[in-house]
């Protein structure tokens, strides 16, 4: 079962956020969100070694689970440990990469569902 946790900082929760663009920028996944109050946050995956996004319709199956552990609604960034993503991930990497040394993150947005795998967390960069 998915253990699934908050991850970010409180100014990221309260906000309904949209995607605004989606980009590999030289090996980095940047992602540039707008909250409801028209402010720009960029999230930043350093060392992202798998991406997937798709529309929150099609993710209902994770946004139950995440509504059942009480993170929904309460977070844009979330990190989900022991995933059937990280699972298949690994299991298609025949275990070279091993789970201790990645992570699942899920942004959810306003329309869409962003799954990243990575070695290291996110970096939030707030634009004025």
């Not at 929760?13 to 980009?23: A, K």
């Not at 690994?90 to 201790?100: L, Q």
Request: hydrophobic content about 45%.
């Amino acid at each position: 079962m998915t253990d699934y946790s908050i991850v970010a900082d409180s100014s990221l929760h309260s906000l309904p956020y949209e995607l605004s663009s989606l980009r590999d920028e030289n090996g980095k996944l940047v992602l540039e969100i707008m909250g409801a109050d028209g402010r720009m946050v960029c999230v930043v995956f350093d060392d992202y070694i798998f991406f997937s996004k798709q529309d929150e319709g099609d993710a209902l199956r994770t946004l139950g689970g995440m509504r059942e552990a009480g993170v929904l609604g309460r977070a844009v960034i979330i990190r989900a440990k022991k995933s059937s993503l990280l699972r298949w991930f690994i299991d298609e990497g025949c275990g070279v990469k091993i789970e201790e040394k990645i992570s699942h993150y899920i942004i959810v947005l306003v329309d869409d569902v962003v799954n990243v795998i990575c070695i290291t967390p996110p970096l939030v960069i707030y634009n004025k």
